[in-house]
């Protein structure tokens, strides 16, 4: 029996990890090897690393620490969390763990632009051609020439939002543009210029990526596909946690879900899909959790 299990190996998870393990607790982690940081190039945001680090890099050093405080980690993919009687089983397919509490920390999946390459999605968004979040990375595309794959509120939000770092902002349809007129006004009043889709074809030439639009072909220093995400909820809905229509778990202020002993860190819970947030979620998480095992019975060395 665990003390936690976290399911989810990201900034999230690794950082609830370790501060469950130095509180002396039984934990293991599972890691399907599909964190979003993982694929960050390099980040700026963090603070404590001057000149920015790798997201591979981050997690490395994450891993490396939580292994220091003894912390198991298991390569599968968790396919169900149950609720037992005063605790949880958790399956990799036919293999089976139970623990007291349960934090999941599974995050997010982002939408890639339709029809592009594998191989090329890779290298444009290691080469910052390709990127997903303004937040982290829209410093680095200050006065540059900028695409936003997108539409709709959602769309003109992002090109709004990056219209902050430069003035060549462009917004492509995806297919179509459903745009209403407040939307059409507040793009036309801050220059930013629409673009009709369907977009594809995508290569890289040079620095630039390079796509087909209804008007032609069209190159950017950057383009940030503005499509939505996934939010990996479902392990928790299906134990019966409640979540948002967009599929955000529900949690209170110390992060616990609906279902008492199960909890709920980083990108799968609504709010700022940062590193830094996700990591400060994962230490209330943490000792909260640490609190209520503590009330079930007491811990003393």
């Not at 982690?29 to 979003?36: W, Y």
């Not at 968790?78 to 399956?91: A, N, Q």
């Not at 006004?185 to 930013?192: H, K, M, N, S």
């Not at 087909?212 to 940030?224: C, K, L, N, P, Q």
Request: hydrophobic residues 40%.
């Amino acid at each position: 029996m665990e003390d936690c299990i976290i399911v989810g190996a990201g900034p999230a998870g690794l950082t609830a990890a370790i501060y469950l393990a130095r509180f002396h607790l039984k934990v293991r982690m599972f890691d399907c090897g599909s964190s979003r940081a993982a694929m960050i190039p390099r980040t700026h945001n963090h603070a404590g690393y001057p000149g920015g680090i790798p997201g591979p890099e981050l997690l490395r050093r994450m891993r490396d620490q939580a292994a220091e405080f003894g912390v198991t980690r298991e390569e599968c993919r968790v396919t169900e969390i149950e609720p037992l009687d005063g605790c949880f089983r958790i399956s990799c397919g036919d293999r089976n763990w139970e623990a007291r509490t349960v934090l999941l920390a599974t995050g997010v999946i982002n939408h890639r632009p339709e029809g592009m390459d594998h191989a090329l999605h890779d290298a444009a968004l290691a080469g910052g051609q390709l990127r997903y979040c303004p937040i982290c990375d829209g410093y680095e595309v200050t006065d540059k020439r900028v695409g936003v794959i997108g539409t709709g509120d959602h769309g003109m939000r992002e090109a709004l939002f990056l219209r902050g770092y430069t003035r060549d902002v462009t917004l492509i349809a995806p297919g179509v543009h459903d745009l209403d007129d407040a939307c059409r006004a507040a793009l036309d009043d801050a220059g930013v210029v629409l673009v009709e889709g369907p977009c594809g074809d995508y290569t890289i030439d040079g620095n630039r990526l390079v796509l087909d639009t209804a008007e032609g072909r069209v190159a950017f220093d950057s383009v940030y596909p503005a499509l939505g995400s996934t939010i990996r909820s479902d392990l928790a809905v299906a134990a019966g946690a409640a979540a948002t229509g967009e599929g955000c778990l529900t949690v209170d202020d110390h992060m616990r879900t609906t279902v008492p002993g199960l909890f709920a860190a980083g990108d799968v819970v609504l709010g700022l899909d940062q590193v830094s947030n996700a990591m400060g979620q994962a230490g209330v998480a943490a000792t909260t959790i640490r609190n209520a095992l503590n009330d079930a019975t007491p811990l003393r060395r």
